[in-house]
């Protein structure tokens, strides 16, 4: 099918493209089906809080990843791609980012790192039906226990662990899943393991079943 981002930056649609000028009426039908269809990934529900992770915590990981796709060109509604255990094309809506949002976030590596967390929380909720339970303990491997809302912590639970990459190539990406999946297994945790890594100028996240 054939498509062009007529504006040169990232568009508002849900697919980041609109379909090219010569695109026949059968392809403008598939490409508004295939828009229509996408689930939407709204990072602001992150403020709503879970067990294990406040409105106010929730909210700033929103912030940090709003600050990292905009700083990557990206509007507020954009295409996840989601990749490895998981396949699928989210449209994922951030809210617009001022100045205070920037200087809030200014540290980089933070920024991306946390930005990463909330992406990533907010998709493998909305792609598995579980909730953040807790927030890891430092030196265990993983960032976040995650499970059915009522259930106990160590019951039916998936161990997460996410990273952030600002830009990089599929080297790097594949490259970091690596690193952390080895990171998990060291560990050897009981509850199956995650890994995500999401990476922001396209912006894509690659998952890992451990």
């Not at 392809?27 to 828009?35: G, I, K």
């Not at 200014?106 to 953040?132: D, K, P, Q, W, Y």
Request: charged share 20%.
């Amino acid at each position: 099918m054939a498509y062009v981002d007529i504006s040169g930056a990232p568009s508002l649609s849900l697919s980041g493209l609109t379909p090219a000028i010569s695109a026949t009426p059968q392809e403008r039908r598939a490409w508004m089906q295939e828009t229509n269809s996408r689930r939407t990934l709204r990072l602001s529900s992150l403020t709503d809080g879970m067990p294990g992770l406040t409105p106010a915590l929730g909210g700033s990981l929103a912030e940090a990843a709003a600050v990292c796709l905009e700083e990557q060109g990206h509007g507020t509604v954009v295409s996840l791609t989601v990749e490895g255990h998981f396949e699928e094309v989210l449209a994922l809506e951030r809210a617009p980012v001022d100045e205070q949002m920037r200087n809030s976030h200014r540290h980089e590596e933070t920024a991306t790192e946390n930005g990463a967390c909330g992406i990533a929380i907010a998709a493998v909720c909305e792609m598995t039906g579980l909730t953040v339970l807790r927030q890891s303990s430092r030196w265990t491997g993983v960032d976040y226990w995650l499970g059915p809302k009522e259930a106990e912590l160590f019951q039916d639970s998936l161990v997460l662990e996410v990273s952030g990459i600002r830009k990089g190539g599929d080297h790097s990406i594949r490259g970091r899943v690596r690193q952390k999946a080895v990171q998990m297994k060291k560990w050897g945790l009981e509850p199956p393991g995650l890994v995500a890594v999401v990476e922001f100028s396209r912006p894509v996240m690659r998952t890992l079943k451990i």
